[in-house]
């Protein structure tokens, strides 16, 4: 598995188009971590809050990074099964989003990857703006997937 960096994983959410024009930023990464970061600016909606759809992407960022920083990105990859979202204050700063994976669901996920080619876990986090105050609530199922060239 490759080095895990800030770089990376910068560099991976801006192969997406979409998310790199949202600006969505990786903050920290370490195995089963991960924590981003969406910007308010050129992410304002008609009253100044963050528009509910970057806070979607943030909440996708969130909740898959942490899954990519266990598996070999070049044999396998993660995909959103499901997102539910609350949103509950809007948010005037920028967002933040991190979660972490338990090392017992570490070992499970990497377990059923080898073996069935697919595993998930299903993360539930809190994203905050930079006062610290939750803006939203996030519960998302991430599968976990072999690449279909590597499988064997």
Do not use: W
């Amino acid at each position: 598995m490759q080095e895990l960096s800030i770089e990376i994983f910068q560099s991976r959410m801006e192969n997406i188009e979409f998310m790199k024009r949202c600006g969505v930023r990786a903050e920290s990464v370490g195995y089963g971590f991960g924590k981003s970061r969406m910007p308010l600016a050129s992410n304002e909606n008609h009253v100044g809050s963050m528009y509910l759809g970057a806070l979607s992407v943030l909440a996708e960022a969130g909740a898959a990074m942490c899954g990519s920083t266990i598996i070999d990105d070049q044999r396998h990859f993660p995909i959103v099964r499901s997102m539910h979202l609350n949103f509950l204050k809007p948010a005037y700063t920028d967002v933040f989003a991190e979660y972490q994976l338990s090392d017992d669901t570490i070992a499970r996920l990497l377990a059923q990857l080898e073996s069935e080619g697919r595993s998930e876990y299903t993360a539930e986090f809190d994203m905050l703006d930079e006062s610290g105050l939750i803006v939203a609530t996030v519960i998302s199922t991430i599968t976990l997937l072999t690449r279909r060239d590597q499988v064997t």
